[in-house]
């Protein structure tokens, strides 16, 4: 089974702190994917990765950045929290292929003060 | 840009009941993929079942079952026999046929599914 682990399950951080949250794969996936979950919103792209290094914005990108060093790991950066960050944070990863489903981790609930 | 839109917030159904949750898309694309995820409360996203537009025959998975319908834009999804664990938020997605990088997944706002005794 995939497994996807995400390194918090509740953050708490104040406003203009720099944020981290980890993400990584055991099953050797090309693409990583962000994802943002707010009630009656859904889950919104903030930010992909199809490959170590590289990365492209998905529909909501502001404030956030997102590093991959490698393979099985990827990092969504906010880079100065503000309240209006306060959300579901979900990472994703899935094979190169368009019929390939995402596996998801567990979510990030994080609340910024 | 692809929309995905849940017109149902909330959904309820009694435990052995049928129950058809609705989504439909927007695209202009004549190839493409469509999803069911399911969220329960422990958070965990789980994918239900997936279907090709090019494919005609509607996806099937054990209980769960689609009413894929490409003219109208439509792709529902029934669930037989409910069950107390079937109690979830329904995501219906979106991912439209690439030759490049990865493609992304549209998600709709998602329908919450109550299951009652």
């Known amino acids: 089974d995939v497994k996807v682990t995400q390194s918090s399950r509740y953050l708490v951080k104040r406003t203009g702190e720099k944020v981290f949250l980890e993400c990584v794969q055991d099953?050797?996936?090309?693409?990583m994917f962000w994802y943002r979950q707010d009630p009656g919103l859904g889950l919104r792209l903030i930010y992909f990765s199809y490959d170590v290094k590289m990365k492209e914005k998905g529909d909501i990108p502001e404030g956030y950045s997102v590093s991959r060093e490698k393979k099985e790991r990827f990092s969504l950066i906010l880079e100065s929290a503000s309240t209006n960050q306060t959300s579901m944070y979900l990472c994703?990863?899935?094979?190169?292929?368009?019929?390939?489903?995402?596996?998801f981790g567990n979510g990030t609930r994080l609340t910024v003060t | 840009a692809q929309t995905v839109t849940q017109s149902q917030p909330e959904m309820s159904v009694q435990e052995a009941e049928t129950v058809t949750l609705s989504c439909t898309y927007d695209?202009?694309?004549?190839?493409?993929?469509l999803f069911w995820y399911k969220q329960p409360p422990s958070r965990q996203m789980i994918l239900v079942i997936r279907?090709?537009?090019?494919?005609?025959q509607n996806a099937t998975e054990n209980r769960f079952s689609v009413n894929f319908q490409k003219a109208a834009k439509s792709f529902s999804l029934k669930i037989s026999d409910s069950q107390l664990g079937d109690a979830a938020m329904y995501f219906c997605a979106y991912r439209r046929s690439y030759t490049g990088t990865a493609s992304k997944l549209t998600f709709g706002t998602g329908t919450r599914l109550q299951v009652t005794l």
């Open positions: 994703a990863s899935s094979l190169t292929g368009q019929y390939s489903p995402l596996h």
């Open positions: 695209t202009s694309e004549s190839d493409y993929y």
């Open positions: 099953m050797d996936h090309e693409n």
């Open positions: 279907q090709e537009a090019y494919k005609q």
